[in-house]
């Protein structure tokens, strides 16, 4: 079978480079803040800045996590969930270098029985649904294993 298309399911918020993909996040050219996902409006989010100017930066591919849980049910629209439904980890990690929280699922097959704080993480791509034509790819955590 020959290899199907892969597009992002939510376009600009990370690369598709399938070695080293990369969430796709600003920071303010007046505080030097960042953010994720990428600024939709054209005022910083910062409370103490009155920037309006942002720069597009590729954000650290890893970090540790700071929190994590499980999503035991379907999320609302538009989140595209498989049927039936299988319940996944959501871990809020802290990016390496930004020192920002970053808020995503867990890879497949990874349950919270498998999660600690602290854990070190790397960002990887994985299916998220396919349609007729094309998979629709979404950036997620992977346990970086060997790591506390």
């Known amino acids: 079978m020959a290899d199907r298309p892969r597009v992002a ?3 600009g918020w990370y690369t598709l480079d399938e070695t080293a993909p990369t969430l796709i996040g600003s920071r303010c050219t ?7 996902p990428p600024p939709q409006g054209a005022f910083c989010r910062n ?6 100017t942002f ?12 929190s994590f849980t499980n999503a035991c049910y379907p999320p609302p629209e538009p989140f595209v969930a498989p049927s039936p439904f299988v319940p996944f980890a959501i871990a809020a990690v802290e990016l390496e270098k930004e020192k920002m929280i970053v808020l995503g699922q867990i890879v497949g097959g990874v349950g919270i029985e ?35």
């Open 55 to 66: 720069e597009r930066v590729p954000l650290s591919r890893t970090g540790r996590i700071w």
């Open 114 to 148: 498998e999660m600690s704080i602290g854990l070190t993480v790397e960002l990887v791509l994985e299916t998220l649904y396919a349609d007729a034509e094309v998979d629709k790819v979404t950036w997620k955590w992977k346990p970086v294993r060997g790591t506390p």
């Open 30 to 36: 007046s505080c030097g803040t960042f953010f994720y």
């Open 9 to 11: 399911a939510i376009e």
């Open 47 to 52: 409370p103490n800045c009155e920037g309006e």
